[in-house]
């Protein structure tokens, strides 16, 4: 996820009346809008094709109790489509036809007409991505515990398909995101980016971060690059004992940009310790940052070419709205986001349109 400068606070409150399945709506431009909503719904993952279509998975809710699983394709409305036969958790595409679903011990392929399921014998899958011709999985990624952790170790395995083989790959840092050609992640206790040059991965040099505390610990969660310029924008925490009781470890967010070379950082006390933040391109030089938000749900910065913007996701009156996966238009700078309530339900599919 993203980087930033100083920007003037522009959080910017929207309200949709919750029904029970909200109507389609054309997201207007230039701001973020619910495109479609649903009570019984909970929205997990989001991938969107170059071709435009946005596929959504997570579970809708049975009238009998209990829940299944649930794919929807669409752009400007949505409609449920036949999925893969599995909870899909996890979403990445490269084309219209070539659309990969991961569940728990199965994953599939869309060939632009049916699903083609095999067996996934490997760990739990947290993060999928297709860039080029690699399609690359984070597995079994561990997130810094909300009351901190003394001795906490970053732990993540990365794979990338070759053929019909699933490759577990060397890395020289614990990715944790991955966007391009590049990983966010940490070595040794610290945050730290590698650069995949088509044949391994190679650690990139990074500024020391500032306010450096005694025991201090670091972690890049997530990087977006900016495909016109090569801009680099990634999002992490930084994290400390300060021995209090009920909080162990204080902690702040940081946020880097720039290129190989001239890094600009900025750590922001405000947000604290933000383990699953998560970014993506804005397709227009810059990022989009989605946090978890301390009154709840989510919210979001947007990392301009020369400032940083916060706000606040559309949601229903006196609902949190918890964003759980953010996905580009290739080529596009439509962005899309998927979420729910924190305990489930009230399911939503966010786009911001250029």
């Known amino acids: ?17 919750a029904v029970p399945a909200a109507a389609d709506a054309v997201a207007p431009t230039g701001q973020w809008s619910v495109v479609h909503a649903d009570l019984r719904d909970s929205y997990d993952a989001v991938t969107v094709t170059p071709g435009g279509a ?10 009998a109790g209990g829940t299944e699983s649930l794919l929807l394709k669409g752009r400007t409305t949505f409609k449920r489509v036949t999925g893969p036969g599995f909870r899909v958790k996890r979403l990445t595409s490269a084309s219209d036809t070539r659309v990969w679903a991961f569940g728990a011990s199965r994953y599939a392929r869309w060939d632009g007409k049916r699903w083609q399921v095999k067996r996934w014998p490997y760990g739990r899958v947290d993060r999928a991505y297709s860039s080029g011709r690699n399609l690359w999985v984070i597995e079994n990624a561990n997130a810094f ?7 906490w170790k970053a732990q993540s395995t990365l794979r990338r398909l070759v053929g019909s083989v699933w490759r577990k790959v060397k890395t020289p840092i614990v990715i944790k995101g991955l966007d391009g050609a590049w990983a966010a992640g940490s070595v040794r206790g610290r945050a730290a980016l590698a ?4 044949t391994a991965w190679r650690a990139v040099a990074l500024p020391v971060i500032p306010s450096a505390h005694s025991g201090q610990i670091s972690e890049l969660t997530d990087v977006a690059i900016d495909g016109e310029t090569g801009r680099v924008m990634a999002v ?3 994290a400390w004992p300060c021995g209090g009781a009920k909080h162990p470890f204080c ?3 940081f946020l880097l940009s720039g290129y190989v070379g001239g890094w ?3 750590v922001r006390a405000e947000l604290g310790i933000q383990p699953r933040a998560q970014a993506e391109p804005d397709g227009r030089g810059g990022a989009w940052i989605v946090y978890d938000a301390k009154g709840g749900g989510s919210a979001y910065l947007h990392i301009g070419v020369d400032s940083v913007e916060p706000g606040a996701f559309p949601a229903p009156s006196n609902k949190n709205a918890s964003v759980r996966d953010l996905a580009i238009q290739p080529e596009s700078g439509s962005v899309w986001a998927v979420g729910a309530a924190p305990s489930g339900g009230n399911g939503s599919i966010w786009a911001f349109v250029r």
Do not use: K, Q
Request: hydrophobic share 45%; proline share 2%.
């Open 1 to 17: 996820m993203g980087v930033l400068l100083r920007g003037t606070a522009a959080a910017v409150a929207f309200f949709v009346t």
């Open 54 to 63: 946005a596929w959504v998975a997570g579970t809708r809710r049975r009238g």
């Open 145 to 151: 515990p909300a009351n901190g952790g003394a001795g």
């Open 195 to 198: 650069r995949w040059t088509g």
């Open 236 to 238: 992490g925490w930084v």
């Open 251 to 253: 902690g702040e967010t």
């Open 264 to 266: 600009n950082v900025e």
